[in-house]
T-cell receptor
Framework: SQKIEQNSEALNIQEGKTATLTCNYT??????LQWYRQDPGRGPVFLLL?????KEKRKERLKVTFDTTLKQSLFHITASQPADSATYLC???????????FGAGTQVVVTP | DADVTQTPRNRITKTGKRIMLECSQT?????MYWYRQDPGLGLRLIYY???????NKGEISDGYSVSRQAQAKFSLSLESAIPNQTALYFC?????????????FGPGTRLTVL
């Protein structure tokens, strides 16, 4: 069966450092992968999309890589700030119909 | 988040009761989704609708039904609530254009079934 794995342990990181999150998947061939941010008591908010033919995408302090051979995406937050503290979800999609498979998310805690 | 609203935000009910969760959106999107979120399991798709006349089952539709009353409204019903339906429920919308397939989520409904 399809499986998407994100680190269940919270990532504690000092302000200014780079946070790196992983999203691994099995039995799935996504056409694209998305990352969302979720704050407590709120719905997820879209951050970035990367397609299967793209190796890397950047948006401000965020960087995403996608390795279809390793079946893995890495999500980096550079120069992290306490305001980056949240849970980050990866989501995989195959087509333009909008159906996504979500990982359980990884909590990031950035301390001053 | 104000573009996608959900009511109620919190609900406590008893086993066997019928419950309706409502979702409204002002984004003008045709596509709407219902998910549930459980600790450690991530978001799972219950039902989705690509327009008013199109309703599709998702990964975990058993015990749920939906109604798409208009482009802007998509309701989720639990016909006879059971305790393992206790979860956080999210409604989402998306637009096929642009092709990022970004989904816009509501604030969620926390449902507790006793």
């Amino acid at each position: 069966s399809q499986k998407i794995e994100q680190n269940s342990e919270a990532l504690n990181i000092q302000e200014g450092k780079t946070a790196t999150l992983t999203c691994n998947y099995t039995n799935y061939s996504p056409a694209y992968l998305q990352w969302y941010r979720q704050d407590p008591g709120r719905g997820p908010v879209f951050l970035l999309l990367i397609r299967e033919n793209e190796k890397e995408k950047r948006k401000e302090r965020l960087k995403v890589t996608f390795d279809t051979t390793l079946k893995q995406s890495l999500f980096h937050i550079t120069a992290s700030q306490p305001a980056d503290s949240a849970t980050y979800l990866c989501a995989l999609g195959r087509d333009s119909w909008g159906k996504l498979q979500f990982g359980a998310g990884t909590q990031v805690v950035v301390t001053p | 988040d104000a573009d996608v609203t959900q009511t109620p935000r919190n609900r406590i009910t008893k086993t066997g009761k019928r419950i309706m969760l409502e979702c409204s959106q002002t984004k003008g999107h045709d596509r709407m989704y219902w998910y549930r979120q459980d600790p450690g399991l991530g978001l799972r798709l219950i039902y989705y609708s690509f327009d008013v006349k199109d309703i599709n089952k998702g990964e975990i539709s058993d015990g749920y039904s939906v109604s798409r009353q208009a482009q802007a409204k998509f309701s989720l019903s639990l016909e006879s609530a059971i305790p393992n339906q206790t979860a956080l429920y999210f409604c989402a919308t998306s637009d096929p254009q642009p092709s990022s397939n970004e989904q816009f989520f509501g604030p969620g409904t926390r449902l507790t079934v006793l």
